[in-house]
């Protein structure tokens, strides 16, 4: 079964800059699209960005839109999330996730595969 390992979080001042990587163990499934979700605490899991995998065709959340950039690897089998300008708010535990089928890809219930989380945390 494929696995996803986030990686690249941490603490950072508002402002500030981070970039997460999200590897997967193995190419056991055909990849229809990758996102990133995000949980702050006492929150639901919200959609931050999404990428088609073959075409590259991006999607953002309103709340990064112009800030968050996700981009994709396609040998490395890696995901990317480009996080500038970062806000208090963005504080969460980030989650990247795959889909081997299409489906509303904004909505976490359309992905089979979770990495275990990497956790961001933005002073003030």
């Known amino acids: 079964q494929a696995q996803l390992v986030e990686s690249g979080g941490g603490l950072v001042q508002a402002g500030g800059a981070l970039r997460l990587s999200c590897a997967a163990s193995?190419?056991?499934?055909?990849?229809?699209?990758m996102a990133w979700f995000r949980q702050a605490p006492g929150k639901e899991r919200e959609f931050v960005a999404r990428?088609?995998?073959?075409?590259?065709?991006?999607y953002y959340a309103d709340s990064v839109k112009g800030r968050f950039t996700i981009s994709r690897d396609n040998a490395k089998i890696t995901l990317y999330l480009q996080m500038n300008s970062l806000k208090p708010e963005d504080t969460a535990v980030y989650y990247c996730?795959?889909?081997?089928?299409?489906?509303?890809?904004?909505?976490?219930?359309?992905?089979?595969?979770w990495g275990q989380g990497t956790q961001v945390t933005v002073s003030s």
């Open positions: 193995e190419r056991t499934f055909s990849t229809y699209a």
């Open positions: 996730a795959a889909t081997s089928r299409p489906g509303p890809l904004d909505t976490d219930s359309s992905y089979e595969y």
């Open positions: 990428i088609r995998w073959h075409s590259g065709s991006t």
